[in-house]
T-cell receptor, first 116, second 111 residues
């Protein structure tokens, strides 16, 4: 079945630094990937839709200059949290849809970001 | 702007069927009903999806009402490993269409 790999699974960074999270579709090509954010005991909040070869589409209220998304190939999308602050600490999850006979949306295992 | 509503929590005895309801009264004609579950600190796992017919796979059954305004996910023989947050969501068939999540149901399976 379709597999989405997300890396790193955990990262701790200092305030003011930037962090890049990778999302790869391992056995299929994904023209579209999605990035979510999840706070403790809360639901997934869609941040943006990542489109291969074009600009990402951000949801209302999400700062595009803060959360840079790049979808340079059909199997890789990256989310960069720029100038991270403690309030950016969260669980970030990507998903993709694609692959022959794929039934729906496949999610990565998530990245736990802690900004200190 | 979630388009689905679910009870916040449910309990189920191990070995019994778990029936998780979902209301989606504003569903459009070409929207599928998708069910995912999330175990703590992991990405959501696909369970099942359907358009209007009832569906069954190795994990669960999905019952969709005739008017498609609600559905029920059935785990026929719940185990402790089924303890998770279950999300009901709506999605279109196009590859670029996004899934948005409501608050989900925390299912707790107990001995």
């Amino acid at each position: 079945g379709a597999v989405v790999s997300q890396h790193p699974s955990r990262v701790i960074c200092k305030s003011g630094t930037s962090v890049k999270i990778e999302c790869r579709s391992l056995d299929f090509q994904a023209t579209t990937m999605f990035w979510y954010r999840q706070f403790p005991k809360k639901s997934l909040m869609l941040m943006a839709t990542s489109n291969e070869g074009s600009k990402a589409t951000y949801e209302q209220g999400v700062e595009k200059d803060k959360f840079l998304i790049n979808h340079a190939s059909l199997t890789l999308s990256t989310l960069t949290v720029t100038s991270a602050h403690p309030e950016d600490s969260s669980f970030y999850i990507c998903s993709a849809r694609g692959g022959t006979g794929t039934y729906g949306y496949t999610f990565g295992s998530g990245t736990r970001l802690t900004v200190v | 702007d979630a388009k689905t509503t679910q009870p916040p929590s449910m309990d189920c005895a191990e070995g019994r069927a778990a029936n998780l309801p979902c209301n989606h009264s504003t569903i459009s004609g070409n929207e599928y009903v998708y069910w995912y579950r999330q175990i703590h600190s992991q990405g959501p796992q696909y369970i099942i999806h359907g358009l209007k017919n009832n569906e069954t796979n190795e994990m669960a059954s999905l019952i969709i009402t005739e008017d498609r305004k609600s559905s029920t996910l059935i785990l026929p023989h719940a185990t402790l490993r089924d303890t998770a947050v279950y999300y009901c969501t709506l999605g279109l068939t196009g590859g670029g269409n996004k899934l948005t999540f409501g608050t989900g149901t925390q299912l707790k399976v107990e001995l």
